[in-house]
């Protein structure tokens, strides 16, 4: 069931209904926390006094995101109708809509916008149900305007399916590390060099980890690292290996380069304890760094709206660390689609203002909140990179010009992704994994002998990594056997 409050030129819409299709949003999207959408709904509903005026055509769009990101919105939707007198934007905001299932029980209940961002992970899915309308004419019509020849490595690539294009990248991130200096200056390190390691990070991570008060307990850890596919394929590919062929047809994960990566986690997991477990964080990575419960996280640049409310703090952003086999980042973009669904005079529409949005006025503005990079390198440079801070917003542009990577999506893709973060976040907690326990407490290395418990419960990298090939490409196999 959706609610949903509609007003002239806003509306809310919100949806508690999963679809079984096994389908969720990335952990590091779902920022929304309750206090925000009851902030959000409230300045919504306060915009219902104004009247449509007759004569205009109104376009529904719809998108999620945190309270600051908001106002981005609405200061596009006011230079859209300032260009575009005849047209009402309409607002949207959809908690969870980054979820295909989200958007397709909107789909169903005839409540879908005509036009909504969508995530790139669940764009293939949704394009191979017909609920995405093709793009390629669009494209070729107004090639010229767009300028896609300047976008960023990656961006058109995020939203190819079967050859076809399915929407429009706005706006992109890979990770970095983020640092909070004044735990550095603490403990007497130096910055990270710019071409540091993943060995680096460990033993920085370990000299940061501290138990304040004498009690027995660490305060403040060197590092967070959740131990799901979306963050911890930076170090797998900087250790050689990948989860998926490049044909994108088979789970390749049962690799000696694997089992390397996540002994690296071991490592700093548990003999050397420098990194938090999940269990022990309990708090956003933001939060988590000026509390001074971490040192250094892994983050998109999302994260710096919220960093830049605080003042009087150190901190900046890095590379990520190379390892072996290199150093890579991950890809994600943000896109714009159209519903397939929709008359034929709101797709034009929707395609209009998806022009505006790629605009580089737009994208400026885009850049200049800092939620991620504009999808051209010169508007980047031009608005997110910002001469008046001490922090290297280049960085992030450096990154995905150098060794950003897309994470191989495909049908079935969030699938196995689930049961390969399931199998992963076992390994990670001492709760489920009588190995990791055994590490932690000292017996390295674990002695299978020596425990007597559910064999199940005994995850080694070698078991882990050659029980996430097994299952993973199960989970392959009966998603393309039954064909949805």
């Not at 109708?81 to 908690?95: C, H, S, W």
């Not at 131990?227 to 998926?244: D, E, I, Y």
Request: charged share 25%.
């Amino acid at each position: 069931m959706t609610d949903r409050v509609n007003c002239n030129d806003c509306s809310s819409a919100g949806c508690s209904d999963s679809l079984a299709f096994g389908i969720h949003s990335p952990p590091e999207k779902n920022r929304i926390t309750g206090w925000a959408v009851l902030m959000m709904a409230a300045i919504f509903l306060a915009g219902c006094g104004e009247n449509q005026r007759p004569g205009k055509e109104i376009l529904r769009y719809s998108f999620w995101g945190g309270y600051l990101e908001m106002g981005l919105w609405k200061q596009l939707k006011q230079t859209f109708e300032e260009k575009n007198p005849d047209v009402t934007i309409k607002l949207e905001y959809a908690p969870g809509s980054d979820s295909p299932a989200s958007l397709v029980t909107r789909m169903l209940a005839r409540s879908a916008a005509e036009c909504m961002m969508i995530d790139d992970d669940g764009l293939p899915w949704l394009a191979s149900k017909g609920y995405l309308e093709p793009l390629d004419d669009y494209i070729a019509r107004d090639a010229a305007e767009l300028g896609i020849e300047e976008f960023l490595p990656t961006a058109m690539e995020s939203v190819e399916y079967e050859k076809q294009r399915w929407a429009m990248p706005w706006d992109g991130f890979c990770e970095m590390i983020y640092v909070n200096l004044g735990l550095f200056e603490q403990a007497g390190i130096p910055e990270p060099a710019q071409e540091w390691t993943w060995d680096d990070f460990a033993r920085i991570a370990h000299q940061l980890t501290r138990d304040l008060d004498g009690d027995g307990v660490i305060d403040q850890y060197g590092a967070f690292l959740p131990m799901n596919t979306h963050h911890h394929q930076k170090v797998l590919w900087s250790f050689g290996a990948s989860w998926m062929d490049p044909e994108k047809k088979r789970i390749t994960i049962g690799t000696p380069e694997a089992v390397k990566a996540l002994d690296w986690y071991a490592n700093i997991l548990f003999r050397n304890k420098g990194a938090a477990l999940q269990a022990e964080a309990g708090m956003g990575e933001e939060v988590m760094l000026f509390t001074n419960r971490v040192g250094m996280v892994a983050c998109p640049a999302y994260i710096m709206i919220n960093l830049r409310q605080m003042e009087n703090r150190k901190w900046d952003v890095y590379h990520i660390p190379k390892g072996p086999a290199g150093r890579a980042a991950r890809v994600s973009w943000d896109c714009i689609a159209i519903f397939s669904k929709a008359p034929q005079k709101k797709k034009e529409l929707a395609w209009r203002w998806i022009r505006h949005i790629l605009s580089s006025e737009s994208q400026r503005l885009i850049g200049a909140s800092s939620r991620a990079l504009p999808v051209r390198e010169a508007d980047a440079r031009a608005s997110f990179i910002r001469p008046d801070t001490p922090q290297h917003e280049e960085r992030f542009l450096e990154a995905m010009l150098e060794y950003g990577r897309l994470t191989p999506i495909t049908l079935s893709s969030v699938s196995w992704r689930q049961e390969a973060d399931f199998i992963w976040s076992r390994f990670g907690s001492e709760a489920t994994n009588d190995w990791a326990l055994a590490l932690r407490n000292g017996e390295d290395p674990p002695d299978r002998s020596r425990h007597h418990g559910d064999p199940s419960r005994w995850l080694s990298p070698e078991e882990t990594i050659a029980l996430c090939q097994e299952r993973c490409q199960r989970v392959v196999d009966d998603f393309n056997r039954r064909g949805y």
